[in-house]
């Protein structure tokens, strides 16, 4: 346990109280906090394993938004010592914020408290529309397997720790991942960053690609003085020299300050040269034939980010290598759940065209004779209405796509968003829209090959039905 904590606005507090306790960045800061001795407590909308893992650890947690169910402990400890935690998720109309807010308490966005912790530590910030939650968690465990030791806040269930928070009371450096939703990572003051990508998401949040880029852009120049960005090479940032802090690049496909080579798989596994080039013009090979046991190129150029990352830090290359292949990823991170001599199950969060591209592309590339079967459950009714072409033609990159109704989270229905909408754009022959309940049915008529469970929503419920399946 954390005796104490340095983060100024945090030493007097008794009791933390999240509303939406169940998120997975809420969830990290619930353990934070947790692990400082707080009394820690909180509302979700729904129970799920994670929350579970919370009850198990000593956190109070109900699924009722009722001012009757906020435990007494919270309306009896003087405000002054209770903070509430809110996530960007919750609806206005809750009646526990409302109360909370009446009442008189000081309320945080979970953005806001990631901010006051990044303010008082050595920050590395790892933002993008995806390959934020496999970066940062690889950049983590680098550093905690090399013994540089790391705090990590992390977007993900890293499978090395099974948990989504890493903690070291002597390291003053935090990794967080930057979560661009409601541009929550603007409250971030970084001393390294990173920037993966910059495809247009939250078009209900932002409005238009070029404001979301514009956030971005903001992001970055958020870099403290003396600090470094890294970012991949291409995305459309732009720099008034000189800047404040250094600027570098990172890619497996173009020229950058550090790239990936000799990109090959053997055995299952992706191997890799790292080249770092020099002001002279030169190039020094950091790494060669480095081995990571994760799927897809795209997470090979994920590594290579993590990679230069530690080495700004001045981590020893050997260890980065050593640290490298122990990695075994993020849950829900092309994850495979079942694996046979004729079937393979992998579940994986893909929720974004792109994302869909790189988790079925891995796929092919992987088991280029095996056919492979999609299923996938659109997330958020705007985006699937926003992305819809190109969700499409992600999706024919599958030899069989089964579709689920569309996960509404936050969202109220849209007329004419549905994924009957989205099927009909899809244009190979097999193709099903089902429910969840005649999910197992239909995949018992599906033969051998690669079947991938993707989305965002509740879809990881299924993998283990499906898994019971397999294995009968």
């Given at each position: 346990?954390?005796?104490?904590?340095?983060?100024?606005?945090?030493?007097?507090?008794?009791?933390?109280?999240?509303?939406?306790?169940?998120?997975?960045?809420?969830?990290?800061?619930?353990?934070?906090?947790?692990?400082?001795?707080?009394?820690?407590?909180?509302?979700?909308?729904?129970?799920?394993?994670?929350?579970?893992?919370?009850?198990?650890?000593?956190?109070?947690?109900?699924?009722?938004?009722?001012?009757?169910?906020?435990?007494?402990?919270?309306?009896?400890?003087?405000?002054?010592?209770?903070?509430?935690?809110?996530?960007?998720?919750?609806?206005?109309?809750?009646?526990?914020?409302?109360?909370?807010?009446?009442?008189?308490?000081?309320?945080?966005?979970?953005?806001?408290?990631?901010?006051?912790?990044?303010?008082?530590?050595?920050?590395?910030?790892?933002?993008?529309?995806?390959?934020?939650?496999?970066?940062?968690?690889?950049?983590?465990?680098?550093?905690?397997?090399?013994?540089?030791?790391?705090?990590?806040?992390?977007?993900?269930?890293?499978?090395?720790?099974?948990?989504?928070?890493?903690?070291?009371?002597?390291?003053?450096?935090?990794?967080?991942?930057?979560?661009?939703?409601?541009?929550?990572?603007?409250?971030?003051?970084?001393?390294?960053?990173?920037?993966?990508?910059?495809?247009?998401?939250?078009?209900?949040?932002?409005?238009?690609?070029?404001?979301m880029r514009a956030s971005y852009q903001l992001f970055a120049?958020?870099?403290?003085?003396?600090?470094?960005?890294?970012?991949?090479?291409?995305?459309?940032?732009?720099?008034?020299?000189?800047?404040?802090?250094?600027?570098?690049?990172?890619?497996?496909?173009?020229?950058?300050?550090?790239?990936?080579?000799?990109?090959?798989?053997?055995?299952?596994?992706?191997?890799?040269?790292?080249?770092?080039?020099?002001?002279?013009?030169?190039?020094?090979?950091?790494?060669?034939?480095?081995?990571?046991?994760?799927?897809?190129?795209?997470?090979?150029?994920?590594?290579?980010?993590?990679?230069?990352?530690?080495?700004?830090?001045?981590?020893?290359?050997?260890?980065?290598?050593?640290?490298?292949?122990?990695?075994?990823?993020?849950?829900?991170?092309?994850?495979?759940?079942?694996?046979?001599?004729?079937?393979?199950?992998?579940?994986?969060?893909?929720?974004?065209?792109?994302?869909?591209?790189?988790?079925?592309?891995?796929?092919?590339?992987?088991?280029p004779d095996w056919p492979v079967t999609g299923v996938f459950?659109?997330?958020?009714?705007?985006?699937?209405?926003?992305?819809?072409?190109?969700?499409?033609?992600?999706?024919?990159?599958?030899?069989?796509?089964?579709?689920?109704?569309?996960?509404?989270?936050?969202?109220?229905?849209?007329?004419?968003?549905?994924?009957?909408?989205?099927?009909?754009?899809?244009?190979?022959?097999?193709?099903?829209?089902?429910?969840?309940?005649?999910?197992?049915?239909?995949?018992?008529?599906?033969?051998?090959?690669?079947?991938?469970?993707?989305?965002?929503?509740?879809?990881?419920?299924?993998?283990?039905?499906?898994?019971?399946?397999?294995?009968?």
């Amino acid at each position: 346990m954390i005796t104490q904590t340095n983060t100024p606005g945090f030493q007097h507090l008794d009791v933390v109280y999240f509303i939406g306790i169940g998120g997975i960045g809420m969830s990290a800061l619930a353990r934070y906090f947790h692990a400082q001795g707080k009394t820690v407590m909180g509302y979700d909308k729904t129970a799920t394993a994670l929350t579970t893992e919370l009850q198990l650890e000593g956190m109070e947690i109900h699924f009722d938004d009722r001012v009757p169910e906020i435990p007494q402990v919270v309306k009896l400890t003087p405000r002054e010592k209770v903070l509430v935690v809110l996530t960007p998720a919750i609806p206005k109309d809750s009646a526990e914020l409302a109360w909370f807010q009446r009442e008189g308490y000081t309320i945080m966005k979970r953005a806001q408290v990631l901010g006051l912790i990044s303010e008082s530590s050595d920050t590395i910030a790892v933002a993008g529309t995806h390959g934020k939650t496999t970066t940062s968690s690889l950049i983590a465990h680098i550093m905690k397997h090399s013994g540089h030791g790391c705090n990590a806040f992390l977007g993900g269930i890293s499978t090395n720790y099974q948990t989504n928070l890493l903690l070291d009371p002597t390291s003053h450096k935090v990794v967080v991942e930057a979560d661009e939703f409601d541009r929550s990572f603007l409250t971030l003051s970084p001393a390294l960053s990173v920037i993966t990508s910059m495809d247009a998401d939250h078009l209900d949040i932002y409005g238009t690609h070029d404001y979301m880029r514009a956030s971005y852009q903001l992001f970055a120049e958020r870099t403290r003085s003396g600090g470094t960005l890294l970012h991949r090479a291409g995305l459309p940032l732009r720099f008034a020299a000189p800047t404040p802090y250094a600027v570098c690049t990172y890619s497996i496909t173009e020229p950058a300050a550090f790239t990936g080579s000799q990109i090959r798989v053997e055995n299952g596994q992706y191997h890799f040269d790292l080249i770092a080039q020099q002001e002279d013009g030169s190039a020094v090979r950091l790494l060669e034939n480095a081995v990571l046991g994760l799927a897809g190129r795209h997470n090979v150029e994920n590594a290579v980010a993590a990679c230069a990352i530690c080495h700004l830090l001045g981590i020893d290359m050997e260890k980065i290598k050593e640290a490298l292949a122990t990695y075994t990823g993020v849950r829900r991170r092309f994850e495979y759940a079942f694996r046979s001599a004729d079937r393979v199950l992998i579940d994986d969060y893909a929720h974004h065209p792109e994302e869909l591209r790189a988790a079925i592309s891995s796929a092919r590339e992987l088991f280029p004779d095996w056919p492979v079967t999609g299923v996938f459950q659109p997330h958020l009714f705007t985006r699937t209405r926003d992305f819809a072409d190109a969700f499409a033609r992600s999706l024919e990159l599958l030899d069989r796509v089964i579709l689920l109704p569309v996960y509404p989270a936050r969202e109220l229905p849209l007329p004419g968003i549905d994924s009957q909408m989205l099927l009909d754009k899809i244009n190979i022959p097999s193709k099903k829209l089902v429910e969840k309940g005649e999910l197992l049915a239909e995949l018992a008529e599906v033969p051998q090959g690669v079947l991938m469970m993707l989305g965002a929503g509740d879809i990881d419920t299924l993998v283990q039905p499906v898994k019971n399946l397999y294995l009968r």
